[in-house]
């Protein structure tokens, strides 16, 4: 909102003329040519929206009043600063109906088109526009459209030279974070950003004012962190949360503690804080808030930072409990992911979220966990490309970044000498028209005789605006397309949609296919790859993938004795054994990102919470069994130590009133076992036309050992 004396003298078209001149700026309703005035005013005069994206400028710009507003049939006007050679506008209202739009355009002739989906819900700044004025074109029909414009802010260097300076790193205090903050302070970063595990060892506000503070704290103003999974380890990780966001507080720096998530902006690039101890499920709350507000920013440049990467290669592995992340990211064409966790550096080459490379559209990750806990010096597999890697090297992450690109730099302690640095584009920085086909949901399943659909989205690039024909090809023989429409037209800079029904025959082919789906637009063609999996025919009694509670209740009978590393369903972390170096937690699960999991943070050290002290159950809801023959289905892993033995089991039974049947048994034994998938079936043929429930039960029985267990997609199929 406007400070009060702007509200006080708001009425008639002298007062508004009077104001514009006392703020240094001019507007000029087209098409009678702007005027310019010059007399800036400082940050602190501005009056700041309660709630609003933040915008960190670069250096040297400054923040102007401005007092722009308009409603259906509201006329072009321009908005003028001398001197300038950017400008960057602050709407602190946007509401477009229907096909309603405001179209911004710079004196180099670039465009920006808002639309419906461009309101974050808060006050933003728009990217920077070059040159000194911006033309504000709407185009309001429906009488409830309107936009306000507030502020305005504009610097004297080119967009190509006002450069901000970013420091990033993760796993910080630790040993070594009084070696890394020197590297943060030589830095004079504009912003800091950090990747978890600030605090150890369980992030409690103790530990933060004791470790953390003396060192990383001198940033705490300038500080956007993530919490990691030692924040955790405190309930509600509220030592991280009343660390900077003050004792007690719901929100500040770190977002609203019952999320842990948040964007803000530096300069023309939008980043994006998400919570990696959360669910990260496809449709999860975070992940369709992302999808919101990835859409809604008018950045050209996208970076995100989370804790537990996609991609890793020391002590753990690849977590595909994230890849709904990376997907969103990358269907949203963004450009950096910085993370944490393994405590080590990594930098991968441009990649899909499936983690082939891709250096058209592909997302760059960078994994800096070197800010100062020890380092890791084991190695594990990754699908990603790999392009540099250092495990013996604390360091710190430096990012420059420009309206169209960025380098980014591994900065080592002193008396290191490991260094790496890698310079790229932004995607929608691009000045050349072009689009990119994504479709959402990414993959698809069908039962023979059935329908399925996605939504495919042409995105604009470079104000591409043209008709765009799609279409499918690589159908298994059986399967048919269509799409609704067949063709669509994406506004400049912005997107449309179409619907992609697949139907299948009662004789359609089965198995897995790679469908492309292709949009083609005069010589340009774009594509995206859509996995297809076609089954046959058959009833489904019940499934659950545990990404949703579909009623399951823990120790339903009251008699459970094991007293750590109870069995949940939730986003299980990976934990690898250092006795044996196996992984025996898994971090994948075989569909989505939940699964039902003994214990599903890793903890500390991996037996940290593994099942001990006895047996622990979950019962699911009332099931009904057709009257023919059904069969249950479901995966599992059984993972232990050599102190391991017959006595430790999973179990699933079927419940019949009072009547328990084991219908799955696995074993522990004296060997070690690492974790892995496996598929297990029963008939349950003998319950035809009853009512029941099943009962999955783990023990870690006899003498206590190292056991893990976790299951993932029951079914029962009918027929």
């Not at 050679?85 to 355009?105: H, K, N, P, Q, S």
């Not at 509600?236 to 503690?257: E, I, K, L, S, V």
């Not at 035809?688 to 783990?698: E, K, N, Q, T």
């Amino acid at each position: 909102m406007p400070s009060p004396h702007l509200r006080r003298r708001r009425g008639g078209a002298a007062a508004l003329a009077a104001l514009l001149t006392i703020a240094g700026l001019v507007l000029a309703a087209e098409p009678t040519a702007a005027r310019r005035a010059s007399g800036p005013d400082t940050v602190a005069e501005i009056a700041e929206p309660s709630d609003q994206t933040p915008q960190i400028a670069e250096a040297g710009a400054v923040t102007h009043r401005l007092a722009l507003s308009g409603r259906a049939g509201a006329t072009a006007q321009s908005v003028c600063q001398d001197g300038a050679a950017w400008l960057r506008l602050r709407f602190t209202e946007l509401t477009l109906r229907g096909g309603d739009t405001i179209t911004l355009t710079g004196q180099d002739g670039r465009s920006l088109t808002l639309g419906a989906r461009s309101w974050p819900g808060r006050a933003f700044h728009t990217r920077a526009f070059a040159g000194g004025c911006v033309r504000v074109a709407p185009a309001l029909r429906d009488p409830t459209s309107r936009y306000a414009v507030d502020a305005v802010q504009s610097g004297s260097q080119s967009l190509a030279a006002a450069t901000v300076t970013v420091a990033a790193a993760g796993d910080i205090c630790g040993t070594a974070c009084n070696q890394t903050d020197d590297l943060v302070a030589a830095m004079n970063p504009t912003a800091v950003i950090t990747m978890g595990d600030q605090a150890y060892e369980s992030g409690t506000l103790s530990e933060y004012n004791t470790n953390y503070n003396p060192t990383w704290g001198q940033f705490k103003a300038i500080t956007y962190p993530v919490p990691g999974n030692h924040e955790y380890n405190t309930s509600g990780a509220a030592g991280y949360f009343d660390y900077f966001n003050g004792a007690g507080n719901q929100t500040g720096r770190a977002g609203d503690r019952s999320k842990g998530y948040y964007s803000f902006d530096v300069g023309d690039w939008h980043f994006v804080a998400l919570n990696s101890n959360i669910s990260t499920a496809a449709g999860s709350a975070q992940e369709q808030w992302l999808r919101t507000d990835l859409a809604a920013t008018t950045k050209p440049c996208t970076a995100a930072f989370w804790h537990h990467p996609r991609f890793a290669k020391g002590n753990y592995g690849d977590n595909t409990a994230v890849r709904p992340l990376f997907q969103a990211l990358y269907d949203n064409r963004a450009d950096l992911v910085l993370n944490g966790h393994d405590h080590n550096y990594v930098r991968y080459a441009m990649s899909r979220p499936d983690g082939v490379k891709d250096t058209v559209n592909g997302v760059r990750e960078l994994l800096i966990g070197t800010g100062g806990r020890a380092l890791y010096t084991s190695t594990s597999t990754t699908s990603a490309t790999v392009e540099a890697s250092n495990n013996a090297t604390f360091g710190v992450g430096r990012l420059t970044l420009t309206a169209t690109g960025y380098t980014a730099a591994f900065v080592p302690v002193a008396g290191r000498t490991y260094t790496d640095s890698v310079t790229g584009t932004c995607k929608k920085a691009a000045a050349t028209p072009d689009f990119a086909v994504t479709a959402n949901p990414a993959s698809l399943t069908l039962t023979r005789g059935a329908s399925t659909s996605t939504t495919v989205s042409v995105s604009s690039t470079g104000g591409f605006s043209a008709a765009t024909a799609l279409s499918v090809s690589g159908l298994p023989t059986g399967v048919t397309a269509s799409f609704s429409p067949s063709s669509v037209t994406p506004p400049a800079n912005g997107a449309a949609t179409a619907t992609l029904t697949l139907t299948a025959s009662s004789a359609a082919t089965t198995g897995s296919a790679t469908l492309t789906v292709s949009g083609v637009s005069g010589a340009t063609t774009r594509s995206a790859t859509l996995p297809l999996t076609v089954s046959a025919s058959s009833t489904t009694v019940f499934s659950d993938d545990f990404e949703t509670d579909k009623g399951w209740t823990v120790n339903p009978s009251g008699t459970d004795t094991a007293t750590a590393g109870l069995i949940e369903r939730g986003v299980a972390e990976q934990t690898t054994s250092t006795y044996s170096n196996q992984i025996k937690q898994l971090g994948t699960p075989t569909s989505g990102t939940g699964c039902l999991v003994t214990g599903r943070l890793a903890g500390s050290s991996y037996g940290a919470n593994d099942l001990d002290g006895g047996v622990t159950s979950i019962r699911s809801p009332l099931i009904t069994l057709p009257a023919g023959s059904s069969t249950l289905s479901l995966k599992y892993n059984l993972a232990h130590g050599d102190n391991s033995s017959a006595d430790d089991y999973l179990r699933v039974s079927v419940v019949d009133g009072t009547t328990v049947t084991v219908v799955v048994q696995r074993l522990g034994s004296a060997t070690e076992v690492a974790g892995a998938w496996q598929t297990a079936t029963a008939d349950l043929s003998a319950y035809a036309g009853r009512s029941i429930r099943l009962l999955v039960s783990v023990a870690d029985a006899g003498t206590g050992s190292l056991l893990e267990a976790q299951v993932d997609d029951i079914a029962i199929a009918g027929s």
